[in-house]
């Protein structure tokens, strides 16, 4: 009985990731830390995009065990024999803020600024607005784990997985941006 149910809850969590892929990413405009203005996913068209979305606490404590290896894989410029080896690829994390939590946006940011180490701080956006049209878009589950989304140059979503960071789910972004 156990296994069944559990089996569900796997095959039910599968199902949802692929309801998204082939989706066009929806519209949503955040912003930088100096409140530069993005337009995702218009701005990011022509070359692919990972974004990671987190819209609780607990999620964006999980969306930061990715900032690192995120960072030394797509981000981190390499010199040397590895120089060629490099990904031109988007990279957004991006925390939601919504409902009542909207009004800590300018907190959390100035928190970001003294907090996030000032490499990552480019790859951080805020957004701020309505939470229900990308739940039903993108398929929000659980409010407690983040959302990684890779488009493709078009703004498609090619694929997507959640949860804290681990190899595994970054090896398969790494194989779709391949």
Request: no cysteine.
């Amino acid at each position: 009985m156990r296994y069944s149910i559990l089996l569900l809850i796997v095959f039910t969590s599968v199902l949802a990731k692929a309801q998204v892929i082939g989706k066009q990413f929806p519209a949503m405009e955040a912003e930088s830390v100096e409140d530069k203005k993005v337009k995702l996913p218009d701005d990011v068209k022509g070359k692919y995009t990972l974004l990671g979305l987190a819209y609780s606490k607990k999620s964006e404590d999980e969306l930061n065990s990715w900032f690192q290896p995120v960072f030394e894989k797509f981000i981190q410029k390499t010199s040397g024999v590895l120089a060629g080896f490099s990904y031109d690829v988007n990279v957004y994390f991006v925390p939601m803020f919504t409902g009542v939590n909207a009004a800590a946006t300018g907190t959390a940011k100035r928190k970001a600024i003294k907090n996030i180490d000032p490499q990552l701080l480019p790859y951080i956006l805020f957004y701020r607005g309505e939470l229900k049209p990308y739940k039903e878009a993108l398929d929000f589950e659980k409010k407690d784990i983040p959302y990684f989304f890779v488009l493709d140059a078009t703004g498609k979503i090619v694929y997507a997985t959640s949860g804290k960071y681990t190899a595994d789910k970054m090896d398969k972004v790494e194989e779709v941006i391949e």
